[in-house]
């Protein structure tokens, strides 16, 4: 029997099967730190401990998308390893902060299968979630992935597309934000004086500055993920593949994006759910990443007077400053975009 | 009303103003790791945690220079986004050791304003300061910088140019060292036998050793440090500008060539303060940093039997070995050097 | 009297002689992340403190090899700055566990010494051992490398070839290793079913997966390690040397490797003891690592029924899949073969 892991394919994924991932991973200040190192990260909170315990936190909680991108790296060996791509996530919400010391675990579950026409392939839906050592969940969240058949004549192993929410309801959001003494937050020392009610939907925001990703970078961070995508690091396979290249995991765009939206949004400190987002086109070491951002709601939550939620657009962009806010022309997206993120941050009111 | 940061020009500068900065920051021993990592320092006791404490430190202290970053990077957003050139620093005192755990703050204020002869820039003189949680200054030093005018019609905002101290006092000199019991010192572990008296003034020193510089080191480390200078991380702008390339971070070479002078200056542990430093050059990747220094001057500290202090000149150059000791023809600096930093560093007696 | 460290020179040594190495270090949590993001390691044991803590570590250990490479790089000034190669290690065994927050130190002791017949160089056989903050030794090795004569006509400073064990004896593995509760040992969250008795003399295992490595990440690795060997960090020197680049450490290699045959090996938690290895070539930035293992024996160690050991032959080649199991005709390695280690592990029975 071999013993080396070659993925689940199309045919292996059941409707309803659960799947506990390896490996749990302890969360620590060294990730934090290489993360900060990567991305260039300045939201308050999650840098200083001194400010998030000064609002309410019992420490610095770790950046949503370290948590996001930890979770999702567990679950790549036995969802996506034979993935040809990554197609969308919904109804990702974040539900206890993770604090350094944390140790983080995962599983997976099978909500829906639906085969290609072609029958070389199907989309396979997984709800995913993190839990801390107390068993408790961090992290949830949808994908559908396409995923390669081991053998084309298989049987498909079920039909289910499954209902799945356009954006995360009210109630799912700030689940992972304890109130906050808003009265102790430091507008100054979080770098912006804009609160909720300063932004309008509608607004756009261009986040002007522009971030070159290199081959170490996007490896080193994947890497840091346990993130074993085959695609992320081989030359010598992908140098003979469709692209010529590694490609750049997508959530390191995200994380790209969400640092550089710093820079007109800085007390947008925490992401409390992604509705839905779209890896547009493939990012290359080389390329330099830019963002913008529009404001598409915003929600006074339920019971919280310290902080409201506002409904982002975030656009990724590569080698194209973002001033004139490039996104789409009827339903083709601009060709310099990367990324379409829809999502929910909290901000103090 | 737009919510990004567009940065401070000459003009909106005001002397006597004193400017609060983003973002604190919690310095961890993930900084540290990665501080070893960038640059490969050896002192024993920023190096180990038995070492430091042995001799009298509560902890072993962060480096010195990764202090300085964490501060530098936080002036930034305010004092040189829209900076031409970093032009030198003046009286930069250590004043409290920094140990994992501490968070940073700062704050500067202007002291100097000079508009040149052009009315398109001028340059502004501010002395910044670095707090701990408690408060307490740890960093203070005066950094000068030629900033762009947004409007070269505006009026001169300010006219003073401050008088600055050559040389930091040695009453100033060995606040952030503890008394240290240097029976307790292992000078083996410490990896050089030479104390304070076998530095004569007038002794050179090659540090031999040549460090190449990458892409993804230098912005890496820049990010970790939280400065948001464009011209680090931009290779879609730098490419159309005057290099057609990523400038390394000027503290970025400070740094390498302070871990390279560990090879003959095993024992100067602690960068006490800074007497005036220039980036001669600029560096890119692709460049190997050699370095060597000089002594210009020994201490004997006011009160002090545990450590003295020396004064040196740091050079660091590029692609270019040091054993001739590069350095100025005259006023012109060897072409090959691409720092010069006049500093004092402690050494056990 | 020159105070840079010129490094020992073949007639330097002295057979019996001690060298306590420079400089401690304290291994944190950072490190940990850092070894993590260069490596991509997904050892449950060492990735999770609960997991850990669950089967009887007081707290997940380093990962072996950052302890190894830890105690390498002391070695480095002293033994091996004027090393022409490095030739083979020996008897290697891992003593006790490192936690984060651990104080290594190490010394060596020079237990061979054979000139060359050209008189220009020597091999030194030193036993090396690193050491915790109380004296106690958590690893010790033998290691030989060819170190070049300051001197051509030095008359040779001894002669003694060492007796060396090929293989280290069963009584010696597994010291690092506390009792462990098997029972707690969660095969799914450690990502393999495959216990001790599933694997056979004789068994080969295709690791299938590429890692290629970058420049700035083996020169990030081999500086967190204070290793200072000049090879890996100067390109302006080693362009114009026998390679025209930067030579990546021998180490990285082996770490790499060692990441990689999670995917099939991934119970084997922990490396006991390394009975040999060579470098078979040199590796360099832009080649793709791949790695295979074939199980050389399988022994039941005296007095454990929580693990057994298996000695492993673990063989990387670059820019070879090793489909294939690439490595010798006759005495000839493959051509693509760059690591040749053959060691023990710990795997739960």
Not at 127 to 144: D, H, I, Q
Not at 186 to 211: Q, W
Not at 219 to 242: D, M, P
Request: aromatic fraction near 10%; hydrophobic fraction near 40%; charge should be neutral.
């Amino acid at each position: 029997m071999t013993k080396n892991n070659a993925g689940n394919y199309f045919e292996d994924f059941r409707l309803g099967q659960i799947i506990a991932h390896a490996t749990p991973r302890t969360v620590t200040a060294g990730d934090v730190s290489l993360y900060t190192a990567l991305y260039g990260s300045r939201f308050a909170v999650q840098s200083s401990y001194q400010f998030a315990r000064a609002i309410g936190f019992s420490n610095a909680p770790v950046d949503d998308l370290l948590v996001f991108h930890i979770v999702f790296g567990k679950t790549v060996p036995d969802i996506s390893l034979n993935a040809v791509a990554n197609l969308g996530y919904a109804n990702c919400r974040f539900l206890l902060p993770v604090h350094p010391g944390e140790t983080l675990s995962a599983s997976s579950e099978i909500i829906g299968l639906n085969e290609n026409s072609n029958r070389k392939t199907g989309i396979v839906y997984v709800r995913s979630t993190g839990f801390n050592a107390a068993g408790a969940a961090v992290l949830e969240y949808v994908r559908w992935v396409m995923v390669r058949k081991r053998d084309d004549a298989a049987p498909t192993p079920g039909q289910l597309v499954p209902a799945l929410p356009k954006v995360v309801e009210a109630g799912d959001i700030g689940k992972a934000c304890p109130p906050l003494n808003t009265a102790a937050y430091d507008f100054t020392h979080a770098g912006s004086p804009h609160r909720f009610t300063d932004y309008a939907p509608g607004e756009r925001i261009d986040h002007v500055d522009g971030m070159t990703v290199e081959e170490a970078e996007h490896q080193i961070a994947t890497r840091l993920y346990q993130n074993t995508a085959k695609v992320h690091f081989n030359q010598f396979t992908e140098g003979q593949g469709r692209f010529g290249r590694r490609l750049v995991y997508g959530g390191h765009v995200m994380s790209l994006a969400r640092a550089l939206s710093f820079n007109g949004l800085g007390n947008a400190f925490h992401i409390a759910g992604i509705n839905g987002g779209r890896h547009v086109a493939p990012l290359f070491a080389g390329d330099t990443v830019f963002a913008w951002s529009e404001v598409i709601e915003r929600l006074e939550l339920p019971d919280r007077t310290d902080v409201g939620a506002l409904r982002l657009r975030l656009v990724a962009t590569k080698n194209q400053p973002c001033g004139n806010f490039p996104y789409k022309s009827g339903e083709d997206y601009h060709p310099a975009v990367v990324l379409d993120l829809d999502f929910w941050v909290l901000i103090p009111r």
